[in-house]
Antibody
């Protein structure tokens, strides 16, 4: 059974960098793309970006100037950094496995981690 | 950028059929999937590639996609189906989510 677990600080100060890690178990991280998705309190889902085991990345156009993703296959972990955070970055952050055939324009997320709430506040 | 539009809310009586729509320009030319999210929980995939059900998802969940609209249909809706539902597609190397629909079973 594939499981994903997010970890990282729950509180980040404005203008600082948000850093999260997702640990994958039950599946090889050296297959599939792996994504980060966030959900502000009471609002909808927003895709942040994804990363392949080779280190290749795709980022949301709206966040790409502040986002960096990395992967450590030896630890079965991938990570997210968001710089210059503001209150608008307060959200539950999820990691998820990308499934599907990107070349065919088909992708979906399954499974998702349990999510971690990150609050941006001084 | 590409946009997906969902109704904010849909109501259905127990045992009836719930229909949730997701609209986007030429959406029928793309693949769409659907997620169910209950309060305090992570989203769960219920439909992928327009009309496929993952293992463990009840048969009462079905999907279709044509023209500008994708549709999630829940037949014989049960109280435990009350949740937020999100559609999602892939466009120009980017993932797009709909705004979500709150399904109320009353």
């Amino acid at each position: 059974q594939v499981q994903l677990q997010e970890s990282g600080p729950g509180l980040v100060k404005p203008s600082e960098t948000l850093s999260l890690t997702c640990t994958v178990s039950g599946a090889s991280i050296s297959s599939n793309y792996w994504s980060w998705i966030r959900q502000p309190p009471g609002k909808g889902l927003e895709w942040i970006g994804n990363i392949y085991y080779t280190g290749g990345t795709n980022y949301s156009p709206s966040l790409q100037s502040r986002v960096t993703m990395s992967i450590d296959t030896s630890k079965s972990q991938f990570s997210l950094k968001v710089t210059s955070v503001t209150a608008a970055d307060t959200a539950v952050y999820y990691c998820a496995r990308d499934e599907g055939l990107v070349a065919a324009g088909a992708n979906w997320f399954d499974p998702w981690g349990q999510g971690t709430l990150v609050t941006v506040s001084s | 950028s590409y946009e997906l539009t969902q109704p904010p809310s849909v109501s259905v009586s127990p045992g009836q059929t719930a229909t949730i729509t997701c609209s986007g320009d030429k959406l029928g030319d793309k693949y769409t999937c659907w997620y169910q999210q209950k309060p305090g929980q992570s989203p769960v995939l219920v439909i992928y590639q327009n009309n496929k059900r993952p293992s463990g998802i009840p048969e009462r969940f079905s999907g279709s996609n044509s023209g500008n609209t994708a549709t999630l249909t829940i037949s014989g809706t049960q109280a435990l189906d009350e949740a937020d539902y999100y559609c999602q597609t892939y466009d120009s190397r980017s993932v797009v989510f709909g705004g979500g629909t709150k399904l109320t079973v009353l």
